[in-house]
């Protein structure tokens, strides 16, 4: 069965700093995809970036950038120069490309202080 | 700008009561879903739809039924609220199969069963 985990509930982190959150997936089917998402006190989920299992190349979005690393199942979701508004809960998912259906981690709240 | 907008974002009810929470998106898209979030479980998908009359059950279907009659309209029912279906329900719309197609989430509604 597909999974993801997130092993860090929660995360504090000084301003301008670089926040790392990480994310292990486990598949046994070669096709996939990976999303993270980001969820403000305010409720609504925000896509950030996605990562195809094909892709050679990490995805970058901005201050956003997807440390995939293949091998390990790993997908973490780096965060550059990290700002208030930042603060927030973060999701990591998978989608098989054979399936409609995307699986959610626990999430990590990331706090962010100035 | 795309969007999927949720009834309410606050509904109380009481046990035994029958609940319905609309879902409508505006992109034309072919799949919708239906979530509970809870804290320190992430997302956990209780119906999804991938056509008009079409569903299938996700993760946690007891006590939960949907409906859809119209593309852009997708009905989560609770035919006898329980306290422990006291949650934040979050609908999501997605296009097509490709695995790069995020899903779009609605604000979420915080349902409270007394």
Partial sequence: AQKITQTQPGMFVQEKEAVTLDCTYDTSDPSYGLFWYKQPSSG???FLIYQGSYDQQNATEGRYSLNFQKAR?????????SQLGDSAMYFCAMRLNRDD?????????????? | ?????Q????LVKRTGEKVFLECVQDMDHENMFWYRQDPGLGLRLIYFSY???????????EGYSVSREKKERFS?????????????????????RASYNEQFFG????????
């Fill in chain 2, 76 to 96: 989560l029912i609770l035919e006898s609220a329980s306290t422990n279906q006291t949650s934040m329900y979050l609908c999501a719309s997605m296009s097509g």
């Fill in chain 2, 51 to 61: 056509d008009v009359k079409m569903k299938e059950k996700g993760d946690i279907p």
């Fill in chain 1, 44 to 46: 609504e989920m925000i």
């Fill in chain 1, 101 to 114: 259906k995307i699986i959610f981690g626990k999430g990590t709240r990331l706090h962010i202080l100035p």
């Fill in chain 2, 7 to 10: 009834s309410s974002r606050y």
């Fill in chain 1, 73 to 81: 199942k790993s997908a973490n979701l780096v965060i550059s120069a």
């Fill in chain 2, 1 to 5: 700008d795309v969007k999927v907008t």
């Fill in chain 2, 107 to 114: 604000p979420g509604t915080r349902l409270t069963v007394l």
